[in-house]
RNA sequence: GGCGCGUUCGUCUAGUGGUCUAGGACGCUGGCCUCUCACGCCGGUAACAGGGGUUCGACUCCCCUACGCGCUACCA
């Protein structure tokens, strides 16, 4: 069998944010056709909202630009079926439902709401499976010119099947069969002219000829009438594959973004989110829960993810290619993709993973690249001038390669603030300051000493610090416990943090000394 | 209510009738390393929803039940 020209498309409506899990749908279908040498479009779904598509259209664009899932036509692209906004069609999906019309594969309704209603729910009460009587079907100009005598409006519905079954394959559920007699009498077009989506969706898809539909699985009951769609129209039907939905972190529940506060109780969320309110405080960014929220891309960006991380995690939600292999770039997620390998059950969201996934690839970047994802951090947050001067940068390089693994997000670089303050002008911790200093007499004393011979020490490096306060301790008959604490506390006001000898090159030997002997002054004004 | 989909460690998953006393990863956890924290290394915890079949043999096939989710819109 002939595969044909693979095209997929992702379909968003356009609501103002990037949905995680509409990016995992998006990510499938992108993969698919990178994989087959296809096209992915992008086509806006805005039939209901006409007003503002642009402004809400753009953080869509800009969440997939970012994350290198980029499209072949579409918005800004172009391409041999423009238009792609709905909005700008409904010339064409007039004339579908002209054509199903004429050929009886719709009907005008004009049933009142209320009428309509009515009937639904006296099957409801009587617990049968509700069907339309079709009493105020026109099929003929009579009957039309009858009901609109009567004052009455129409809307277009499908005239559905009822009897037999519509069956179909889908790559990743297998042979679907459904009851037409299950399927309602869909409205298609308003009384307004204007279309509603399955009608659409099946126009778009056979006019921009659509190969696969590679969508969520909330889609699949919707299958049999776009299937009905399709036929009656003429159109080839695109191979089907619907996706498990992607869910809460610890429920099976799909993951919406309405829920944050929900979520929040979740431990491992909220961890998340504090993180990256935490930084987006720093750089004075305004967190509104619309966008600032672990459930839409924007949040990851702010905060400093990579997109490879993201989308390395998002590929594992519901897809696997073996019983190990986690890491994939993204030439070999291209090369190895495939439909089969989906798997059938929902996926829960897990910040953790994200997270361990952020780590291992913010570990792994190049100097280079690492340090100029953490610069604008410190520039936003008034830290450093901008643009940084080369010997800022130097200094930031030198705290990179110290802090190393405690860096995952680039905006954890703001967990080192004191290293850029004024040497008056960060603060201690209250409760380190008091334990390594207030209450520590004797490592006081110790560092009282080290303060005096400060100036001796010409060689600041890391590597001559260590062997300087080995040497140290050893003269003193202690421990290097009991002089690296209160070093700590003294010139960064914490109590953890990475290598002290770093530390204390980075901040320099005249940091050092003002910052023992502020640390000394506060013990005691304390006293 | 009807229809449909799903169900392996807390989470993501491997597993397509015997190699499964169920493997990996994240998490959690014990230890080592050590100036704290982190990293790293070694170890541990923990799962086939339940019940019936089919079969010499079932996580794998069939049926039922339970639970979860979705659709059943003049939303997408």
């Not at 056709?33 to 992008?42: C, E, P, T």
């Not at 792609?84 to 004339?95: G, L, V, W």
């Not at 429920?251 to 909220?270: G, P, T, V």
């Not at 291209?334 to 570990?363: C, G, H, V």
Request: glycine residues 6%; aromatic residues 10%; charged residues 30%.
């Amino acid at each position: 069998m002939a595969l044909p020209q693979v095209r997929v498309r992702f379909a968003p409506s356009p609501t103002g944010y990037l949905h995680i899990g509409g990016v995992r749908t998006a990510l499938f279908n992108w993969l698919f056709a990178r994989h087959h040498g296809g096209k992915f479009i992008l086509r806006v779904d805005d039939t209901d909202q006409a007003r503002n598509v642009h402004e809400a259209l753009q953080p869509i664009m800009d969440g997939f630009k970012w994350l290198g899932i980029d499209w072949d036509e579409g918005p800004g692209m172009g391409g041999p079926h423009a238009p792609y906004f709905q909005s700008q069609r409904s010339d064409i999906y007039a004339e579908a439902v002209e054509k199903m019309l004429g050929d009886g594969y719709a009907y005008r309704d004009f049933s009142k709401p209320e009428e309509f209603a009515a009937e639904r729910q006296t099957a409801e009460k009587e617990k049968r499976q509700f069907i339309y009587s079709r009493t105020w079907m026109a099929e003929t100009e009579d009957e039309v010119k009858k009901f609109e005598a009567e004052g009455r409006e129409s809307v277009v519905r499908l005239k559905m099947p009822r009897e037999g079954k519509c069956e179909f394959s889908d790559m990743v559920r297998g042979d679907m069969s459904f009851e037409w007699g299950g399927e309602q009498d869909h409205v298609i077009q308003r009384k307004d002219g204007s279309c509603l989506y399955h009608l659409t969706s099946v126009v778009d898809d056979g006019a921009f000829e659509i190969s696969h539909v590679i969508r969520a699985i909330e889609h699949l009951p919707n299958t049999p009438r776009q299937i009905f769609i399709a036929q009656s129209l003429g159109l080839e039907l695109p191979i089907y594959a619907h996706l498990p939905f992607v869910a809460e972190p610890g429920s099976s529940h799909k993951l919406s973004k309405r829920k944050l506060d929900k979520y929040l109780k979740n431990r491992d969320f909220k961890v998340l989110y504090d993180h990256g309110e935490n930084i987006a405080q720093k750089i004075g960014y305004s967190a509104s829960p619309e966008t600032f929220n672990p459930v839409i891309v924007d949040f990851y960006r702010e905060i400093g993810f990579l997109p490879d991380a993201i989308i390395n995690y998002l590929l594992l939600l519901g897809w696997s290619l073996d019983d190990k292999t986690e890491d994939f770039t993204r030439a070999a997620m291209i090369q190895e993709f495939s439909l089969d390998r989906i798997n059938k059950a929902p996926a829960s969201f897990d910040p953790q993973k994200l997270t361990s996934f952020q780590s291992r690839y913010m570990w792994r970047l190049e100097m280079k690249e690492k340090l100029d994802m953490v610069l604008p951090y410190l520039e936003k947050s008034g830290l450093i001038q901008s643009p940084p001067t080369e010997e800022i940068k130097s200094k930031v390089r030198a705290i990179l390669e110290a802090a190393n693994e405690r860096i995952s997000f680039a905006g954890d670089i703001l967990d080192y603030t004191e290293l850029f303050l004024a040497d008056d002008a960060f603060e201690y911790e209250e409760k380190a300051f008091r334990k390594r200093l207030v209450n520590a007499e004797a490592q006081r004393d110790l560092l009282v000493k080290l303060r005096n011979v400060l100036p001796d020490i010409t060689d600041f490096s890391a590597e001559n610090l260590d062997n300087y306060l080995h040497t140290f301790v050893e003269r003193e008959g202690v421990g290097m416990g009991m002089i690296v604490h209160a070093i700590r506390v003294a010139i960064t006001g914490k109590a953890v943090g990475f290598g002290l000898f770093d530390i204390m090159s980075i901040i320099g030997k005249a940091g050092c000394k003002n910052r023992i002997d502020r640390a000394l002054q506060l013990v005691a004004q304390q006293q």
